[in-house]
């Protein structure tokens, strides 16, 4: 047997309320230390309120990852002190959380992975610590904002299966509208615990913080992986420490020695009744569709696995997709228009994500046009960022004199090989490359008109007749 990389995450997620969690102070941008009251500064002899719009997101949470919601999970105080966190303790769970034993599924390039989601807790967050020169600032805007943790088994044996995980789970808590997901924000931040484990003993973990995006998540997991190998390689042990990203130099720094549960005298908060699930938010329409789902019908379908990626992990763009293969666009050529040329030219005109422009009729208008041959791809590319602001792409063709229909394109193929007789005998005497010369006078011909693909096509036709 061998040792393998061993990854498990613990993942907080900020929940989209209007206000916190055991407060009405509100949430979102403000000048500093502007939403709090006695409550949510800690001050004692304060009684919490459970924010019903949050269990709602919550349960809503844990339906999207498949878990079994506790009917009666309990609320616990987690004590510590730390400046972010005046009263002395976090209200979060231990005991019985929220819901648990879920299961994420996701794609990594075509194939499926499964992981399993040990367990998700309703917490609140803490005040947000800046340290400068002179100091630290403390900002309670933070403090009491609802947040979702989720924590998965230690099923990940690579930083790209990482790295798809939290990019679908971010898309689909996203979509669902329980979050807003800004990494670089805070609003979802992901803590890896890493270890080189054997299949059946653990190995000792080390915990990384302090990561502002999903590739920084990726790069902390592969340094760490490699430094523990060395150690490991080295007859050295691995300490349980808790360690911090530097973005700037491209390592794991150490932080502390990692805490255990009983350091922190977890026991149930008095003043809160147990949180319960909302009911209503249980039914099984809810569960909305996921970028897995989405990406089981692209592949199925043959879409190549990069554009089947990029319009799995966009609802917008998924629905924009479906709606061009409706109206009679062709599953695979239309995914490639999509995710190419129109994703281009909406970023270049800051259109993202798609409005109504091109109307997906539209698209499947111009690829159909694309497929009889009426007009080449350069053509059709020119067209899309006219067609972005509302242009219709059969006008344009006839305003433009744009096509060159199917039989122009044998007149074509034909005066190509009269004007390059002598390529065109070698091509039949099996010289494959002197096609080029034939095509390089067709396309002259066409004034850069003609599909070069499909002109190669016609002139192999004719001469091979
Ligand atoms: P702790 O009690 O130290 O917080 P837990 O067992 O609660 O540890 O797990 C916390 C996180 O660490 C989970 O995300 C879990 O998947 C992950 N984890 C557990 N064992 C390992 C391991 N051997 N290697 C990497 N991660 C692990
Ligand atoms: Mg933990
Ligand atoms: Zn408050």
Not at 263 to 275: A, I, S, V, W
Not at 347 to 376: F, H, Q, W, Y
Request: with cysteine.
């Amino acid at each position: 047997m061998k040792l393998q990389p061993t990854i498990g995450l613990e993942i907080h997620v900020q929940l989209s309320t209007a206000t916190k969690m055991f407060c009405r102070c509100s949430v979102g941008e403000a000048a500093p230390n502007t939403h709090c009251c006695p409550t949510c500064l800690g001050l004692p002899g304060t009684l919490p309120v459970p924010n019903k719009g949050a269990l709602m997101l919550a349960t809503q949470a844990a339906n999207l990852l498949g878990c079994v919601i506790g009917i009666t999970s309990v609320a616990e105080r987690k004590s510590y002190s730390y400046p972010d966190l005046p009263k002395g303790y976090q209200i979060s769970q231990f005991s019985s959380p929220f819901a648990e034993k879920g299961v994420w599924k996701f794609h990594v390039g075509v194939e499926e992975r499964e992981v399993r989601i040990r367990r998700i807790q309703i917490e609140e967050d803490t005040a947000q610590m800046r340290v400068e020169k002179e100091g630290c600032r403390l900002d309670f805007n933070r403090s009491g904002i609802p947040l979702l943790e989720i924590v998965t088994e230690p099923d990940f044996t690579e930083s790209k299966e990482v790295g798809a995980f939290l990019r679908t789970i971010r898309a689909s808590l996203v979509d669902s509208g329980l979050t807003d997901g800004k990494m670089e924000a805070g609003s979802l931040r992901c803590e890896p615990n890493i270890s080189w484990s054997f299949p059946d003993k653990s190995g000792t973990k080390v915990e990384i913080k302090n990561l502002g995006s999903i590739r920084g998540v990726e790069r902390a997991i592969n340094w760490e992986l490699a430094y523990q190998k060395e150690t490991l390689d080295g007859g050295g042990k691995v300490e349980p420490v808790t360690k911090g990203w530097d973005e700037k130099s491209g390592r794991c720094i150490l932080q502390r020695r990692k805490e255990t549960a009983s350091d922190y005298r977890y026991f149930p908060e008095p003043d809160l009744p147990p949180l319960a699930p909302c009911i209503d938010e249980l039914q099984e329409e809810n569960r909305v569709h996921t970028p897995f789902q989405r990406g089981e019908k692209l592949l199925a379908m043959g879409v190549a696995e990069g554009f089947s990626w990029m319009l799995s992990l966009d609802l917008k763009l998924f629905q924009y997709w479906e709606e061009v293969v409706t109206l009679g666009g062709d599953p695979l050529q239309s995914a490639k228009w999509v995710a190419g040329p129109l994703v281009g030219a909406w970023r270049e005109a800051g259109l993202m994500p798609p409005g109504n422009c091109p109307n997906p009729r539209d698209l499947a208008t111009l690829l159909g046009l694309v497929e009889k041959g009426t007009i080449s791809k350069t053509v059709a590319k020119g067209l899309i960022p006219s067609m972005i602001t509302g242009a219709n792409p059969v006008t344009m063709v006839e305003e433009g004199g744009l096509a060159g229909g199917v039989e122009d394109l044998e007149r074509l193929a034909l005066l190509a090989i009269e004007e390059n007789p002598d390529a065109a005998q070698k091509f039949q005497s099996g010289k494959e490359g002197a096609i080029r010369a034939v095509l390089g006078t067709g396309m002259r011909l066409s004034r850069g008109k003609a599909d070069p693909q499909a002109l190669l096509e016609a002139i192999r036709i004719i001469l091979k007749a």
